[in-house]
Every structure is written in C-alpha cells, then in structure tokens.
C-alpha cells in the first residue's frame, strides 16, 4: 500500500496561512465541546525517525487548551514498566472523559521496533496484534475516539533530514546509532509498517497515512482528520434524544431454567480443628518460601476474591498473607468507583493496580463487579455488562500471556449461613462494622445475584484464568483450600 503514496503533495505557504487560522478555531471549538459532552479522544502517532511526529503534535496542540490534554512520549520501557504486560503503561495513561492523550509512539513500538529487532515474532507478535485490537476496541465501546496517523516519508527524504540535523550541533544529537541502524533496515521496517496497518485497521480505530514530505500538507491533513473526526463523533451524541435510560434490573430465571453450577456445591466439607491448624501452617510456610522463587524468578502473581457478603473473604486474606513478606505483595480492597475512576474505562482503575513482576497483588473484589453488582442494580446498561464479559477474558489473557499467575475464588455460602453470620455480626460489639444495611439489601436479592454469578462463572471460567469455587460454610476448610490450591499453582508455573 505505502508504495503507492503520493509523497509529493504539498500546501502553498499562503495557502496554509488561510487555512490553518480556520482549523484553529475550528479544533478549539470542538475540544471544548468534547469536553462538555465526557468525550475521550486517543490520538496516536506513529513514523520513521524524522518524519516530522514532534512538529505535527505541535501543529495540533497550539490551537488547543493545554489543560485538556496530555502528550506522552513513548521511549523503550523502563525497568518498571518492563515487569508489566506491556499495555500497562498505556492503559494507565488512558484518557478520562472529556479530555485527549496524544501519544508521541505507542502501543505499536511492540509490533514494528521491538519485530524489526526480532524481540518480538511468530505467536508472540499473532497475540501482540490481538491484544492491541482488543485494547482499542475496549476503549472504543466506551466512548473514546481513536485517531491513529502513520507519518511517511521515502528512504531518501530520511536520509537528507538526518543530514540537515547533524549539519546544526544544537540537532545532531537527534540522530542516534538506533536511527542510522533503523534507516539502513528502511525496507524491512516498511514491510512491519504494511502488516501493522493490514492487521490494526478497524472499524473502531482506522489508520490515517499521512504524506509528510511537506510539513504544511501534513499538519493540514491531521489537523483536518481530527476536527473531521470530533464533529462527527459530538453530532452523533447530540443526536441522541435523551440521555440513556438504565435497563431495569435482570430478572431471575424460573428455577428449572437456572444453571445448577452452585447447586451442586457440596457444602458440608469441613476440616477439624486440629487438621485446619497443620494443613494451614504447612500451606503458609510453603507460600512464603514461593514468596521468594516467584521474586527471584520475576512471576507475577494475581489472586482474585469474590464471594457472598459474610462468606469469610477477609479472613480468608489474613490467613493467606500472615507468614508473607508485607514487601511481596498487596492487598487492594475494592470498593464502589470514586468519582476519578468513573471518568474511566471501568478497567482503568485495576490496571493501576496490577503487580509488578515477582510480585503478589491480591484483590478483594474485583473487575468482576460489572457483570455482577454493577448488573443486578442497574448501574451499567446490559450492552455494558454483556461486553465486559468479553473484555475481562481479553484483559486476562493478556496478562496470562505476560507470564501471570491468575487465580478467581469464589467464596461460596448458603443462604441460611449468611443469615447465621449476619445475626452473629449483629451481636458482637467489635464486629458490628462489618454489617450494614446495604448488607440486608443484596440478601433480599440472592436469586438475581447468584443468577449473575452463575453466568459470571460460566463465561469467564477460561483455560488460562479458571474460576475455583471454595465451599465457605466452613472457614477453615475454605482457608486451607486458597492456601494449598495458590501454593500449587504457583509450583506448577515455577516448574514450566
């Protein structure tokens, strides 16, 4: 495709006078208004050194208000970021509504520098591209624009630029050994090119090539894509007539027509006394000593909690990490989004807490309240929390694929032991706290969660991230069952 690109066009000086005092006013209309109606916008560039990504922002950037937008410059990773999946970085810097984050290189580093330099191949870039269309596409459903320009330029425009920097000792060291060795690959890079724009061209996040051998032509082109792209994105929301109106909350399904996947728990396991405290501390020595393999091996590891109120999650935490290293791992309690969160992909906020490789984070809740919470009492629209379902198997797998290991517990309990742990809450004064009247309120609608659990469990339960449901009525026995079932999967991935 590239080849046939007309690297020859170009705006007259006077031309682009005219029409580049228009475009300002034009793009500083249209942020503001973006900003107005909560849209994200997600600007990505992309080119050969040299070709002008710098002086392009700039162009873009000057008719706008500087408090609505972040420029990030992409540079290799650092050790931090290097211990993450490496969308990480940028899911973190992803853009709340109503303001843009334009991206000086990107995501795509992955799929053409780190190819080139044959860091990245065969399955391992397959799943790059997969993981790259699934983020943008995530983005996308939530509301984000997203404009993605590749800046072109011939091998021997690249050449004369190089020159004309190194010519100034205030440029020269713009041109590095990486840039004189990437411009002798010219070829090689522009086939990566040509792949990247087949397999990441999508209906969500289209690829603009932008002709950049003129600087005028091209700040004009990606000027006018952007203001092309926010009119049409703020007439479709102000073409909607009234704001959303919330689903009303799911029914639940006649009993015959239920899944039977809780229904077959066996509740009654248990442990004695004096079996709980051997299989505990054994299960709590051996962790700790994992504790150590997985940082000196750098496994990352993440522990998912879920469960009924009063099914045992906290204590279930505390007996897990009480002989660990506090400098391991942590532990992030979930709570209803705050108002920075909201602002975000529901995602975002998880992301921020993901752990470093050789490290443990342990949730206590989790994403999972979208397709269950966030579902039964109508917080989300169903098109929302029937999408998360795909979205949370996308996030794990990428995560699984950096090398994670990702465990989900559901913490499972009857009804009638719920209400025996509720009323015992009730009457010892230390733990009165842990009972509130939102409490009372979900037990009135165990039918329409444990629906949602149901196909929770049924539809996330991956190969690569499966579901374990623990039998809670008996904390012991729960406790154990999270100590052994972590201690063996961690030894099972230490030993591949």
């Not at 709340?96 to 780190?114: E, H, K, N, P, Q």
């Not at 049409?232 to 007539?241: D, F, L, P, Q, S």
């Not at 659990?453 to 991230?465: D, G, H, I, K, Q």
Request: aromatic share 10%; charged share 30%; hydrophobic share 40%.
């Amino acid at each position: 495709m590239l080849e046939n690109i007309d690297l020859s066009r170009e705006i007259p000086k006077e031309q682009y006078k005219l029409a580049k005092d228009e475009m300002s006013i034009r793009l500083g209309v249209l942020q503001r208004r973006a900003k107005e109606l909560g849209i994200p916008v997600v600007i990505v560039f992309e080119g050969l050194s040299a070709a002008g990504k710098g002086t392009l922002i700039n162009e873009l950037i000057l008719p706008l208000d500087p408090r609505g937008f972040t420029v990030h410059s992409s540079l290799p990773p650092n050790e931090e970021e290097a211990l993450r999946p490496f969308l990480w970085r940028f899911w973190t810097r992803t853009p709340a509504r109503g303001r843009m984050a334009i991206f000086d290189r990107s995501w795509y580093r992955r799929v053409l520098t780190d190819r080139v330099g044959g860091d990245v191949k065969g399955k391992a870039l397959q799943q790059a591209f997969e993981d790259i269309r699934s983020f943008e596409r995530q983005l996308a459903d939530d509301g984000a624009v997203i404009l993605k320009f590749w800046l072109h330029i011939s091998k021997k425009e690249q050449k004369r630029r190089f020159g004309k920097l190194r010519k100034n000792a205030a440029t020269a060291w713009r041109v590095t050994k990486e840039d004189v060795k990437a411009h002798k690959q010219y070829d090689e890079y522009i086939a990566a090119v040509e792949d990247m724009l087949a397999e990441t061209d999508t209906d969500v996040a289209r690829w603009t090539v932008v002709e950049s051998t003129d600087r005028r032509f091209a700040a004009m082109k990606t000027c006018s894509a952007v203001a092309n792209a926010l009119e049409k994105r703020i007439a479709a929301e102000e073409a909607k007539a009234s704001p959303a109106v919330p689903a009303d909350p799911p029914k639940a399904l006649p009993p015959d027509l239920r899944s039977s996947i809780l229904d077959q728990v066996d509740l009654s396991v248990a442990l004695e006394r004096e079996e709980y405290r051997e299989r505990l501390k054994a299960g709590q020595e051996r962790l700790r000593e994992l504790e150590h393999e997985i940082y000196e091996r750098r496994v990352p590891v993440v522990l998912v909690y879920q469960g009924w109120d009063a099914a045992g999650k906290g204590g279930n935490i505390r007996r897990l990490t009480q002989e660990l290293d506090p400098r391991g791992y942590n532990v992030v309690p979930v709570g209803a989004p705050n108002d920075i969160e909201k602002a975000h992909h529901y995602l975002w906020r998880f992301w921020n807490d993901f752990p470093k490789a050789g490290h443990i984070a342990i949730f206590d809740r989790s994403w999972y309240g979208r397709v269950m919470v966030e579902r039964v009492e109508g917080f989300c629209t169903e098109a929302e929390w029937r999408r998360a379902y795909r979205e949370i198997n996308e996030m794990e797998h990428h995560m699984t694929n950096f090398g994670t290991v990702l465990l989900k517990f559901w913490l499972h309990i009857d009804k009638d032991e719920q209400l025996r742990r509720f009323e015992a809450r009730q009457q010892i004064p230390h733990k009165q706290w842990k009972i509130t009247d939102e409490d009372w309120r979900n037990r009135e609608k165990w039918d329409l969660f444990k629906a949602a659990v149901e196909e929770m469990l049924f539809r996330t339960s991956t190969p690569y991230a499966p579901w374990t449901i623990v039998e809670s009525n008996c904390k012991w026995y729960a406790r154990v069952k999270v100590l052994e079932t972590v201690c063996a999967a961690i030894e099972e991935r230490i030993a591949h």
